[in-house]
């Protein structure tokens, strides 16, 4: 796994509790710390008694802290003064898996072991990843302490439904590394520079139905959109993430499912409203079956001709609702050239009424489609452009939304 750029050098506390869960914990310690991230584990009694802090340590190549009263051994902060030196200038505190009892403990203020009292000492956002089995979460107490903690502004994290520990099915289990990671680079996004601005990005090829079974699409995978919500989540704005791509939900976005080119306008124009910036990097399809048949399609030994049409420019139709409610503010728009990139590139900057444009050549077998990276050039409205070299699709997204930040100033 590679740094992800905003976790890199950020000082995380990880609070680990005892549950079966606790076992997860060493994988999101381990993702945390190869992303970048210093993590600083934390461990409670019960936690000791499923996973060993030695293993912690192992992945984390950092001390853990499992003792108010006993200095660790491995150079870490001496025991009467480390929680202070823990809680002073983290980014994060992040209980995964929390217990039932240890959540009681942050909603009342105790202080009683390492992890509740470096809890209080810290200053930083709180974020709390439940974990329980046998109806505890439902309780009228634990869901008490939780009301309690997100009036003071710590963020829960929904466990997830499944098989339990006991071998019941129920709410209560702890989301695996990826989802987690989510919550962790939203919580430290808020209050980010694009903080209070909505942006609504779009990805992903549309489906254009021949039949009930089958339909015209495209190569796009729908990655480069992600990432660029991905990065828009990062710099802590409220996303709208308009997707035809099948990916793992984005955590900290707002997302609407589409599929042909029709239901992606409706969804944008309904959107848009209030925006800050539309980002379109979908790949919508340029011409839809005339009709629709309503039956499978049977083969035949004679050629099959099938009628096409346009579908409806969804930039062009953002164009007219702009010009009549002044959203969203800045809209970007994507070319994916064979041939003629510049050329081809700033005609539809101007046809389109973009501020920005992202062209990228697809004939490059490293960009562009389906792989992880691309390289683009950036043309704005004033004749402007600059090029980005081959880098990852996420460094990309971070790249185009620095940009569209600094439009927006
Ligand atoms: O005209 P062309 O399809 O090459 O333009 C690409 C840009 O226009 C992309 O940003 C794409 O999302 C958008 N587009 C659109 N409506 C269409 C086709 C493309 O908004 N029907």
């Not at 990880?14 to 991230?37: E, F, M, P, R």
């Not at 939203?186 to 909505?198: I, M, Q, T, V």
């Not at 390289?375 to 452009?385: P, T």
């Amino acid at each position: 796994m590679l740094t992800i750029a905003p976790l890199r050098d950020k000082r995380i506390i990880l609070g680990v509790c005892g549950s079966i869960a606790a076992y997860k914990a060493l994988d999101l310690a381990s993702k945390l710390t190869q992303a970048g991230a210093l993590v600083d584990v934390v461990m409670t009694d019960a936690a000791r008694r499923f996973v060993s802090p030695l293993s912690f340590q192992a992945v984390s190549g950092r001390p853990v802290y499992t003792d108010m009263w006993q200095a660790e051994a491995g150079g870490g902060l001496p025991s009467h003064i480390a929680h202070v030196g823990l809680a002073e200038g983290a980014d994060l505190l992040l209980v995964a898996p929390a217990t039932a009892n240890t959540i009681a403990k942050l909603a009342q203020g105790l202080a009683d072991d390492m992890l509740s009292v470096t809890a209080l000492a810290a200053r930083c956002p709180l974020l709390i990843a439940p974990a329980m089995d046998g109806g505890m979460i439902e309780h009228p107490a634990t869901q008490a302490n939780f009301a309690v903690l997100r009036e003071r502004g710590a963020q829960v994290i929904e466990p997830e439904s499944g098989r339990l520990a006991s071998g019941l099915h129920g709410r209560g289990r702890l989301p695996e590394t990826p989802t987690l990671l989510g919550h962790v680079r939203r919580a430290l996004g808020l209050g980010g520079e694009l903080s209070d601005h909505k942006l609504v990005i779009t990805a992903g090829g549309t489906r254009e139905a021949l039949d009930p079974v089958r339909f015209i699409s495209n190569r796009s995978t729908g990655k480069q959109g992600y990432a660029i919500a991905q990065a828009a989540v990062d710099a802590g704005a409220d996303v709208v993430f308009i997707t035809a791509a099948d990916l793992p939900p984005l955590v900290g976005a707002k997302q609407v499912d589409v599929d042909t080119a029709q239901t992606m306008l409706e969804a944008v124009l309904a959107q848009i409203a209030g925006a800050a910036a539309l980002i379109m990097a979908a790949a919508v399809a340029d011409y839809r079956p005339r009709r629709v048949a309503e039956q499978k399609i049977k083969k035949s030994d004679e050629a099959l001709n099938l009628p096409l049409e346009r579908t409806p420019d969804i930039l062009l139709a953002v164009k007219a609702q702009r010009a009549q409610t002044g959203y969203p503010a800045i809209v970007v728009g994507f070319a994916a050239e064979s041939e003629n990139l510049l050329e081809n590139a700033r005609a539809k900057l101007g046809a389109k009424g973009l501020d920005l444009l992202v062209a990228n050549d697809i004939t490059a077998a490293d960009a562009g489609f389906a792989v992880d990276s691309n390289r683009v050039i950036l043309l704005d409205s004033g004749g402007g452009l600059e090029e980005i070299e081959l880098a990852s699709k996420d460094v990309i997204g971070a790249a185009i939304i620095e940009r569209v930040s600094r439009l927006l100033d």
